[in-house]
């Protein structure tokens, strides 16, 4: 209710996986809460701390990663923005409408800080990436409309 009628969330790691559609276990399909229209997967099955080239609306930029999803789009009538991919291609971070409120998630920490990199496979190569934190936050509390791209 609190979503359709104008809400925020934002959910990063552990938090996107909750608000996709789900996830399949073998051949079990793993129903969430389905506040944007993706289903989760696991990006990567080393579930240790890494720096990972991500490309944030088309810029690469070094992010640090432990056990997040990847994401996939699916059929719904909410509006729904690829953000950021792995280099795979395969989804890191969107944005979707939910009803009048709307909905972030990346598997990805932008919020990551510099000490999160000590123990990190590849830690020397990460970079601040609070501006996209910031960046991400401010678009997802303005009043402006998801636009799918």
Sequence with gaps: TYLRGGGRYLGICGGGYLVST??????NF???????????????EDAGPQILPISWLGDIRPMY??????????????????????ADGRIAALMSSYGEGKVAVCGPHPEATESWSDEAENGDAWTSTADLAVALLQELLSDRPVNAE
């Design 22 to 27: 789900g996830w399949y276990e073998g051949e």
């Design 30 to 44: 793993v129903e969430m809460l389905g506040l944007v229209p993706a289903e989760s997967s696991d990006f990567d």
């Design 65 to 86: 990663f432990q056990a997040g999803p990847a994401f996939e789009l699916t059929e719904s009538s909410e509006a729904a923005r690829v953000i950021a991919s792995y």
